[in-house]
């Protein structure tokens, strides 16, 4: 198989009427969605996308961030999603590194968009419709995505994902959890990450309802559980710790399946809280690179193989390398991955693609270890990558910024564990001349996202490194555990 029908369309005349969408209590059918889908299409036609042009979102989940992914896909433009959450700068060198043609903004980051080549939706919604040969199928080898993903030196990079990707990562999924024609499933992570558009492409290629929040709010997110027949719902572990806190003594309905966790694996006590509630977590492993999870990890497992990630998914192949050889049950090693949802590679990047991807095998940078039952155990994310609320952090690109004042003489950060976000970086300093913590953490303010900004800062005489210069995080590890 080499191309499909174009989904939406063939989603909107296999079940026009099923909901495809419920934003702000409103409904949105497939057979309403294609229509408002052709009509963006045919809008941005107007503005001048082409097939094969590379176009910016920089939106808050809503309607009209939706409407647009599937318009620029109908026309054979490719999507190129942009973090809200990042400062301008971050921003304005992304948008410049995927040459897009230009970015489309809403309300919610007007305030980012002054230095780009922009639109926002609302002129969009304006504009006139021009003629456009709207794909009627779609190839799987074709890039459809871009998602920027932090490197662990330097800028980062543009994951290119393929229809293929997306395709088979939905497939991987069903295959694993099953598929119910009731079945809903909670959107209140951002669009622009793989955990929230996959869930937008899995309502297509399944025709479920996707209820769309456009943040997460644990009150609103189990009010749609036990009021709305949410069935599914994926979360990190401070989102659930936080659904489960809020819903006291109550229990959600029988018509709850899951919860589908991402970012690391739960602590014990809040495994054992869903168990008394008879809710079931599914523990998963993935990606941008794997256009979302690639191992999960089953909630009959949850306890006697707590800290797993789980198995393999159906179309995934998984194994342990060490020096090149397949590694023995608790040896460590890393994270090899092979299957139809992974990555062709990086955006402008032949060396990074050439480094990752070898004989159709993507190379994680993961290191973990399997047991003899074959089910995965990640140590450590990307070596040195900091997970904060879900969002990684990698210490090079804070500590890159922390250089680039003009006091600051070096830098390492590491992280730190925190009980409401899993990890929060921290940052040891040599300067060269007096500055405060807080004037530092000001610079770092107008310079990162916020989640990346370090949450402390030491100073010291200098920092460990190693005979080639190269940073001893375990050192500053033991700095900060010696505490």
Known sequence: MTSIPNWLKKRAHLTPDRIALTVNEENITFSMLERLVSKRARQLATLGVQRHDYVGILMKNSIEMVITIHAIHYIGAVAVFFNNRLTEREITWQTNDASVKFTIYDEHTAHLSHNLIAVSIKEIQTLEESDVEIMSEYHLNEVATVMYTSGTT??????????????????????????????????????????????????????????????????????????????????????????????????????????????????????????????????????????????????????????????????????????????????????????????????????????????????????????????????????????????????????????SHEYVEDAGVIGRKDAKWGQVPVAFVVTSKQISELELIAFCQKQLAKYKIPKEIRFVKNLPRNASKKLLRRKLQEWLDDE
């Open 154 to 403: 330097g800028n980062p990079k543009g994951v290119l994902q393929t229809y293929g990707n997306h395709w088979w990562s939905a497939i991987g999924s069903v295959l694993n959890i099953g598929l119910q024609e009731k079945d809903t499933w909670l959107c209140a992570v951002p669009l622009f990450h793989i955990s929230g558009l996959s869930i937008l492409m899995r309502s297509i290629i399944y025709g479920i309802r996707v209820i769309l929040h456009p943040s997460f709010h644990p009150e609103k997110a189990n009010e749609a559980i036990i009021n709305e027949g949410v069935s599914i719902v994926s979360v990190v572990s401070t989102m659930l710790q936080q659904m489960i806190d809020g819903l006291g003594g109550k229990n959600y309905p029988s018509t709850f399946r899951c919860m589908l966790l991402g970012g690391g694996p739960a602590p014990l006590s809040l495994l054992q809280k869903c168990q008394k509630k008879e809710i079931d977590v599914f523990q998963t492993y993935g990606m941008t690179e794997t256009a979302s999870q690639v191992v999960t990890l089953a909630p009959e497992y949850s306890v006697s193989k707590l800290g797993s990630a789980g198995k393999p998914l159906y179309p995934v192949e998984m194994r342990i390398l060490k020096d090149g050889k397949a590694c023995n049950p608790f040896e460590e090693g890393e994270i090899v991955i092979k299957g139809p949802n992974v990555t062709i590679g990086y955006l402008n990047r032949p060396d990074a693609t050439g480094e990752a991807i070898r004989d159709g095998w993507f190379y994680t940078g993961d290191i973990g270890y399997v047991d003899e039952e074959g089910f995965l155990y990640v140590l450590d994310r990307r070596k040195d990558l900091i997970v904060s609320g879900g969002e990684n952090v990698y210490p090079a690109e804070v500590e890159a910024i922390l250089v």
